[in-house]
């Protein structure tokens, strides 16, 4: 138990599909995170959202949409993904001030497009 | 950009010897971490360093910050089996934010 929950485990999509992922963090962190994890770049930040305001945005192609409704959910919305896109997403939180700012992971996604 | 390189990227050992991964930052750091992510895992948070020279250790893996605070390494003393795994440096660049920067990552092997 991470205290970071992701659904689904797994996810397969056409490249003109839409889905979501989903993200609930029970541990009252101020910060949420995605991370895109594949093996030409192992931990690659592309989501910040701090309060439920996003406060990073590290050029992540529009097919990506994030969404943080409160504190305790984050959402990644996808559509037309292309097969470079298939990778292990993670979502993570943190809180600033609090044990350091260390970032608790969830179990991630494994997305593959096809 | 501000990058954190991790080398080696791979390390395949023999169970009980020892195996060491640095990271290193352009800048200079408020703080570093360090998290191991198993096979099939994800990251999970070992140690955080924060005073220039801070050397920790937690059994047989011993943490070291640089005196400038800008490198990192991590030393495993006679390896197991289970301590295969991805090891990650987490830069974090200043004090009041949450971003850390994660370093490439070093995939140890431990061949019984």
């Known amino acids: 138990e991470t205290g970071v929950t992701q659904t689904p485990r797994h996810l397969v999509m056409g490249m003109t599909n839409k889905k979501s992922l989903k993200c609930e963090q029970h541990?009252?962190?101020?910060?949420m995170y995605w991370y895109k994890q594949s093996a030409k770049k192992p931990l690659e930040l592309m989501f910040v959202y701090s309060l439920e305001e996003r406060v990073e945005n590290n050029s992540v192609p529009s097919r990506f949409s994030p969404e943080c409704p409160n504190s305790s959910h984050l959402f990644l919305h996808l559509h037309t993904l292309q097969p470079e896109d298939s990778a292990l997403y993670l979502c993570a939180s943190s809180q600033e001030g609090r044990e350091g700012d260390i970032v608790h992971f969830g179990d991630g996604t494994r997305l593959s497009i096809l | 950009g501000q990058q954190v390189m991790q080398i080696p990227q791979y390390q395949h050992v023999q169970e009980g010897e020892d195996f060491t991964t640095y990271c290193n930052s352009s800048?200079?750091?408020?703080?570093i971490q360090w998290y191991k992510q198993r096979p099939g895992g994800h990251p999970v948070f070992l140690i955080q360093?924060?005073?220039?020279?801070e050397v920790k250790k937690q059994k047989r893996l011993t943490f070291q910050f640089g005196e400038a605070k800008k490198n990192s390494s991590l030393h495993i003393t006679a390896t197991q089996t289970t301590d295969v795994g991805t090891y990650f440096c987490?830069?974090?660049?200043?004090?009041?934010?949450?971003?850390?920067?994660f370093g490439t990552g070093t995939r140890l092997k431990v061949l019984a």
């Open positions: 987490a830069a974090g660049l200043s004090s009041g934010t949450y971003k850390y920067i």
């Open positions: 360093l924060v005073k220039s020279g």
């Open positions: 800048t200079t750091l408020s703080n």
């Open positions: 541990l009252g962190h101020n910060a």
